[in-house]
Each structure stands twice: as structure tokens, then as C-alpha cells.
């Protein structure tokens, strides 16, 4: 299990994502009342039930004239019906009005249908014949141009499921039942610790041999842009002790922790070291078939997550993409069938063939090009090293494990950042 | 220009939309200064410049052996060059070493490199002779593995450019060169103002014949979602000078305006009236081939834009998706080559026939499921005034104008909601 340099050997992205996976607590976060405005994008955590029917009253759905179908029935451009002409309906208003027989009432989109009457003719199909008389040009069925009560949302039923990132139309359905408080999770925490001798805040002038903090910024960014809370726990030299505090603090107060940098061979083993040694379970895995990203560390600590990243800023956006957004999904109490978390992707032509060996799933950043009329994928080259290759880059490319590389001109698909 | 009922004729969506966004001025909105941590998402309003070199100094990207590359050349496993080591290079400490020929220094990653250095050896080639001397089995290149300074960012480059929607990896660039404010754009201020006499707020019981406020909601998260701030301006009655008072004192606050609902005909008429009253221009178009949303009124005052959205949930969402999110991005500064408005979009086949006249653009509502490990778009049932049938749905798909319809097992493009 171990290479000649004494690192365990690298296991396939899919297998380290199973492991993190499996070894996740069942459990949910912390449920917390918001304002339906305030609930955008956040997950529903309980069902929310209608106490009513939606509509409460029968609503035509277009401008027209409230009839007894029946009266319509056979009834042509050539053969109008004749309908008489009740009261006028007005919007917003309970109307007394019984419909009889062989009478119409004129009403808007959205008024209520008068008792009597069970479908509307739209104002299109009907024409004056005098002040008191209409013709109808052509016959409608019973329930023809209108929402019956409790056709949007019977009393007791579910309008939104538990489990659903909620959307604008969500939120509607809540205000229109009534609803203007739901239960969702909490947005998972998440602890950002930057470790590195070198590393100094971004605010500070580095001196010669030291580098400014971009990780952390990276990692607050993508930690924001999947939902949840980062929580920067500051920059900690390449101590053991320090590292381990700052690990054993963070459980406290996170859902997951992410440890940034520790790039050398000594540090990597430390972090390695302090997630063994608080252990329950401890290390997962160390080291991934997967470039950037190899020598990437996953391990679990009292149910809690802990991602020991490499510090090549490409490894981090990576890492952050293929391990810690499905992990941190997971958490979040999603459920979905079809979740968003792949981003947008985009089909492009690739302009130039790139290898890879097998055994490895590599991941390479593109810029996106319009080439007579077509979408060119054009490689960016440069070490995963320097932020400016993710700056530049529109997205990625993924070349699977067993695949040696993609031949120029072929079709891939950018998942765009 | 005018049907049988006085109405506009509907003209195509793509013309509804060049004449919006034609009609706007050529002006970006106000910039702000804000803490790059709080950019996440906006638009960059001014070249991000690099005042410095990134990195200051040459650096090795990975773990090994600084060396003089001419030193390493035609070294292999059977013939290793010999090094003598010079004293090692430790993490954010500035060596004085100068690298004489023949030597070597243990150097980290991310590890400052020597003067007389020019590449780095991994440890993986290189093998212990004693502890004053090393084998290295195979040669490296001037450069190899060694970021050389300015090589991520130059001083005086641009970083990140005005007209991105800032990412993640922008922010850690800016903190990188130690730029912790950016300049951005304001977010743009949509007002919402809701019409309707049988309107009622989320929070009241609603009498017989009136309904809550279901699209202020949608559309408060629909412009949260997009980027901008919504503004909701309450519930007017159905009443020219009411309508007309909000619509002017929002066009102090609002870079955009959407009056939503004024279903019945005479509504209708009466926001058209009132854009067209306060004019400069005013109405742009009245009546769009589009369903649901073929009611839609487009207009322009004073510079600002203003929609006149349909009642109908299901037209205030594909209205805003296809006219008022353009206009949004194109008011918002984002200069982008593919910008991501239209969201994450899914392959499947379509679970059954579905006819549309020639001539309209139609969106119709779908569910997901999963047959046969194929994705399969099964189109929901139901009136467009339903906002459950919105709730139910995982995404739209769009029949276009000159399309008569879509056959079952075509393979249809999704549009996740």
C-alpha cells in the first residue's frame, strides 16, 4: 500500500469519492425558519402542505363570458348560440350571481365563475348581437377555460417536497397557500485552514521566499458558490501542534474542514498525521489517480469531513469540484434526481490532441474559442501552480482513467466555471 | 397592427427582444468598491492590473533537488550524475545559497530557489549516496519544474478584466498580487409592482374571489437568482393613476421595471396606457408569438426598461427567462464571450408527441424520469396559470416558431429550472 518514497498508493477519484461518501454520518443539519424571500436556494426541510385549496373559488383563466356549456354545444360560426346577458363579473369581487340556463355572464381572466355557470367562451369566439344578447361562435366542454377550486393545490396536500433546493416558483407556490415562513437547513460550515510556512495574508507584503494566501480565497469562493457558510480559520505555520489545534477547534464549530496547502513531502505527512492521530476513523485515503490533485488526503473525524488539499490553486479548484461539492451536497440534505452541482457545460471541438496516461483522470483547463461558427476547446498551458491558468480558462475538460487521450477535432465537453 | 380587438399583432420573441434591447442606453451602472471576499458574482467595472511580479522569486513546484540542469544532463539509471549537497532550502525563508556546478539543495515545494539554480529534480529520480552526495538517475531541462518569477502574473499585467462575472479563482488571483478591494457594479435595482384588484398579500386571508400574490415571489427570486436586487413596490389596484404613480416614482430607484399581472383586457390596455403615457419612448411592442406569455408588453421610458408580464405563472417565468434576464446582462457591465444566463440545460428523449402551431415559440413544462437508464422528458399536464404545474416541473423545453411540433423519442434539450 505503500510506494518506495513511503506514501500510500494513489486509488481512483471514484473509489476516495465512495470512501467519503460511505463514511458519512446519517444525519441532517440543523433546521431553521426563514422568511420565504430568504429562502432561495436553501433546502426545504420539511414538507410544506397546503392548508387549503388553491384556488379557494372556480377562476376563468381567460377574458370571456361565463356560460352553462351545454348552452354552447354544437354551436358554430354559421349556427351561433344565443345567450342572454347576466351581470357583469368584476375582479377580486364574490359574485351572487346564479347562473341560469341559456344566460352569460362577462368575465375576466382570473374572476370568479358565478354559481350555475362550468366554462367560459373566450371574448374571441363570442360576438354583440345587441346590449342585452350574444352569439357564441363555438361550443366549449364542461371546465373548458377554467381552474376548478383546489386544481392548482388541494387542502393537505404537499406543494413542496423536503429535500428540494428551492426555487423562485417554490417560493410562489408558499406565498400562494399562504406560507410565509418555511423550515429549511442550515447552510452547512465550512472551516478553511491554510497552513504553510511561506504563506503570508493577502494584505501583507510577502518578503523574498514568501507568497501571499490564495487558496483560501479560492476555496471561501467555491465554498459560497455551493451554499455554504466558509469559515476562514487564518493561516497556521507547518507545526504539528498548530495544525492540530487549529483541526481540533474547527470540529467544534464545522460541518467540514478543509486543510489548504501542506505542499512538501514533510508537511503533507503532517496533516496526514494529525487527522490519524485524532482518528474516529482518521485518514481515508491519501494520494488519488488524478492530476492536479494526486496527492490529495480525504479522512473523517467524528462524523466530520476533512479534506487535506495539495496547494497548486488547479488542484484545489479540482479537488473542490470532484470530492468536497458531491460530499458537501450529500450533507446539505438535497434531495434530488437531477442535481445541479456539474455546473454548466458546454460541447466544444477540442483544437489539439492532448495525451494522458492510463491509470489517471486528468483534468484540463480550457479557453473556449468561436472558430467559423464552431466552439473551439483550446488547452491552457501552464503549470497547476499558477492561478492565472484558472483565471484565464473559461472551464475543464476530463479525461477519464482508462482513456489515453483525445485526438484534436474531436468533441468534449467544458464544464465551465 | 391591430386585431379584430384592438390588440397589437403579436410579433416573433427574437424581434420582441432586439427592440429592448436596441432600445437601451449606452451607459454601465454606478461601480463600488468592495472587499473581494463580498465580489463573488458581480461584474468587474475595471481592469484588475498586477502591480507586481507573481511569483517574486523563482519557486520549484515540487518536492526535490535543486540543481544546475547542465549538471543532470544524459543521467539515467544506469549512468546517474553526481552531486555533492549544499545546505537545504526551508519553506518562506529567502536562502543566501549561491549554487556552485555539482551541487545540489533539498528544496520543498513552493521553496525558494537558489541563484545558480535553474530546475529542480523530484525526489522520485534521484537516490541517497551518503549523506554529502546524490545520484540523479534522470536529466532536467533549464526551468523544469521551477515557476520563474512573473511567470504566473507580470507587474503591470491584467489580471482579471473589467466585464467578468467575478469566479472564485479571480478573487484568489487579486489576493495573490495583494489586491483586496476590486471595483465592481453595482447591482441592478428591479422594482416589482404587482396589479390586480383581486390580489391580496401572502400573508392575508383572501376573501371569495381574491387570490394571494404568487409572481412577486417568483420574481423576486428570479432577479435574486440573476444577480440584481428586486424591489417589491406591493399591490396596486387595477387603477390608471395608481398604476401610473408607481410606475414613476419606481423609475427613481429601478434600473428596470416589471409590472406584473393585469390579466383582464381592460387592465392590459391600462399598463400599455400608462407606458405609453409617460412615453419617451414608451411601448416597444405589445403581443408576442410566444406561449405562455403572448400578452407580453416590452417597453422603454426614459432609458429604463419596463415589462408588462402576463398574470399567468408560467408566462412571468418564461417571460422573464427569455426577455428580462438578457436585458438584465446586458445592463449589468458583463462583457463575457459565453455567458451562462441560460443555466444548466440536460439531454433527454421526450415521452410523447406534442404538436404547436407554426408560427409561436412554445415552452412547455417537463418532468425527468429515469427509463431504461435513458433520461426521458415527460411534459406536465395543466394550465398555465397553475403554479404548482411550475413546482412540479424539473425544466422547460422550447418548440420553435417554424417548428410544428416534437415526436416522441426525439432527443429534446432541458432547461433546469
Known amino acids: 500500500m505503500k510506494d ?90 364574490e359574485t351572487e350571481v346564479v347562473l341560469a340556463r341559456g344566460r352569460a355572464c362577462k368575465i375576466p381572466t382570473g374572476g370568479m365563475l358565478p354559481r350555475g355557470a362550468d366554462a367560459v367562451v373566450m371574448f374571441e369566439h363570442v360576438q354583440a348581437v345587441d346590449e342585452t344578447m350574444v352569439e357564441v361562435l363555438r361550443p366549449v366542454v364542461p371546465w373548458e377555460n377554467v381552474i376548478k377550486p383546489g386544481e392548482d393545490a388541494k387542502a393537505g396536500e404537499c406543494v413542496v417536497p423536503a429535500g428540494r433546493r428551492i426555487r423562485p416558483q417554490d417560493i410562489g407556490a408558499c406565498a400562494g397557500i399562504g406560507i410565509t415562513e418555511m423550515d429549511v437547513y442550515e447552510r452547512l460550515r465550512v472551516s478553511i485552514i491554510s497552513t504553510g510556512d511561506e504563506i503570508v495574508p493577502a494584505k501583507a507584503s510577502p518578503a523574498v521566499g514568501q507568497v501571499r494566501d490564495i487558496n483560501s480565497y479560492v476555496l471561501e469562493g467555491m465554498i459560497s458558490a455551493a451554499g455554504a457558510v466558509p469559515l476562514r480559520k487564518g493561516i497556521i505555520g507547518d507545526e504539528y501542534h498548530a495544525i492540530r489545534t487549529a483541526v481540533e477547534s474547527s470540529l467544534k464549530d464545522s460541518a467540514a474542514i478543509i486543510v489548504s496547502g501542506g505542499t512538501s513531502v514533510g508537511t503533507k505527512d503532517m496533516i496526514a498525521r494529525v487527522i490519524g492521530d485524532i482518528g474516529d476513523p482518521g485518514v481515508l485515503f491519501h ?50 434526481k437531477f442535481p445541479r452541482h456539474k455546473g454548466h457545460c458546454i460541447k466544444a471541438r477540442l483544437s489539439k490532441n492532448i495525451s494522458s496516461p492510463q491509470g489517471r483522470q486528468e483534468h484540463i483547463r480550457v479557453v473556449l474559442e468561436e472558430k467559423d461558427g464552431e466552439l473551439v476547446a483550446v488547452p491552457v498551458l501552464g503549470k497547476s501552480g499558477l492561478i492565472t491558468t484558472l483565471v484565464k480558462a473559461d472551464g475543464t475538460i476530463v479525461i477519464p482513467l482508462n482513456v489515453n487521450g483525445i485526438e484534436a477535432g474531436e468533441e468534449v465537453e467544458v464544464r465551465l466555471f
Open 4 to 93: 518506495m518514497l513511503g506514501r500510500a498508493n494513489a486509488i481512483p477519484a471514484e473509489a476516495a469519492l465512495r470512501l467519503l461518501i460511505e463514511g458519512l454520518p446519517a444525519k441532517s443539519p440543523r433546521e431553521v425558519r426563514v422568511g420565504i424571500s430568504d429562502s432561495l436556494g436553501m433546502i426545504c426541510s420539511k414538507d410544506v402542505m397546503s392548508a387549503e385549496d388553491l384556488p379557494h373559488f372556480a377562476r376563468s383563466t381567460v377574458d370571456g363570458f361565463a356560460v352553462n356549456a351545454a348552452d354552447t354545444f354544437g354551436a358554430s360560426e354559421t349556427m351561433p348560440a344565443y345567450v342572454t346577458l347576466s351581470e357583469e363579473i368584476f375582479m377580486g369581487k
Open 287 to 336: 494520494g488519488v489517480s488524478l492530476k492536479p490533485g494526486k496527492p490529495m488526503i480525504g479522512g473523517m473525524i467524528k462524523g466530520v469531513p476533512i479534506f487535506g488539499l495539495p496547494g497548486h490553486p488547479a488542484a484545489v479548484s479540482v479537488c473542490f469540484e470532484i470530492f468536497i461539492l458531491p460530499v458537501l451536497e450529500r450533507m446539505s440534505g438535497l434531495k434530488e
